[in-house]
C-alpha cells in the first residue's frame, strides 16, 4: 500500500474499530477528508499540472456554447438563476461568464463543499460576483447544472455471487472482502461473476435536485451510460487516475489519486419524475456540441491555418470526436414546470 500515511493511519484505524468499511465510505474519505482527503491537497489536481482534465481545461468553447444555453433558458423564466454543483477549479464558471451572453441581473451560485476546491474557485472568479453555498438553495427558477460531477460521488460496489447479490468491503491492509449488502438494493441486470459500481449519492443528489427546483432545467454533463451499458461492463466501471495515467488499483496511492466511477444515467432519469423532473433529452456530447453549433467556431479556424488555430482546432477536435470526449461523455436535461420549448443542444439528432 501507497500513499498519504496520515489518511492510511486514519482508515486503518477506523477498520480496526468498526470492522471492514462500505467502499463507498473508503472512497469518500480518500477523496474528501477535511485534512487528508484528495480534493484537499495544496496543488490542484485538474489540468496539465495535475491528473485529468475537464473540458473547461480542454478550451473555452464548453463555456460559451452553455452560456449560448443558458441565455435561451434565461428568456422564459423570470428571475433566472444559474446553479452550478461541484465548480472545480471554477474555470468553466469563467468561461461561461466571460461569454458576456449570460445577462448581468443573472445570480451564479457555486454549491461546493470541500474548502479547498472552493478557495481555487474564488481564486479563478475573483472579478465576477459569485455566491458559494454549501448547500443547494431551495426554489431555484433557473438551471441546476454539473461536468463531472456525479462520476467523482462515492460508490457502493456490488458482485453477483451464484444468483446472490454481494457487497465488497474493504478489510484490513486494504484488502476487498464480500459480504450481505448492507442496504437492501435490486440490481436485476447484474449478470453473474460481473461487478457494478452504485452510486446511491447520486440517486440522492437527483431528489435534492428536483426537491430545489420551482421551475427550469436540470443539466448533467458526465461519463456515463444506460442501465443495460452499464451492467453489461463485466469489472463495473471504477478507475483512478494520477498524473494522466490510468490506475486499476483503488488501494494504492491513496489520497494521492483521483477515483471515478461511470454514471448509470438510467438512475438519473427514473427517479426524475419522483421530484417532478421531466426528462428533455438525452444525447452524447458530440450531439450536444453541433446542434449548439461547435462546428461554427471550427470553421474559420480551419480556413486559417496558423499554428495556433491548428492548435485550437485539435483542443476542440478532443471534445467532439468519438475516440476522445464526444461519445464517452453524455448531456442529461431535465425539466421542471416548464412549457415545452426548443433548445439549443437539444432540437435535432446528429447523424
Known sequence: MSGNPHLISHLQQIIHERGPLAFSEYMDLALYH???GYYVQAQSPIGPEGDFYTAANVDPAMGMLLAKLFARMAADIEDFCLVEIGAGTGL?????LESERIP???PYIIVEKSSAMRQRQQETLARFEVDWRDALPSEIRGCVFSNEFFDALPVRRFVRRQGTLRELFVSDGFIEVEGDPELPLELPLLQEGC?????LDARAWIDSIGRSIETGYHLALDYGYLSGEFFARREGTLMCYRQHRTEENPYVAIGEQDMTAHVNFSDLIDRGPGVGLE????RSQMEFLIDLGLLDLMAPLTARGDAASIGRLQALKNLLLPPM??????VLLQRKAMTPTDLPGFRKTVS
Open 279 to 282: 426528462q428533455v433529452g438525452y
Open 92 to 96: 468553466l464558471a469563467r468561461h461561461i
Open 104 to 106: 448581468p441581473r443573472v
Open 34 to 36: 477535511p485534512e487528508y
Open 195 to 199: 461487478r457494478a459500481d452504485v452510486s
Open 325 to 330: 470526449m464526444g461519445e464517452r461523455m453524455k
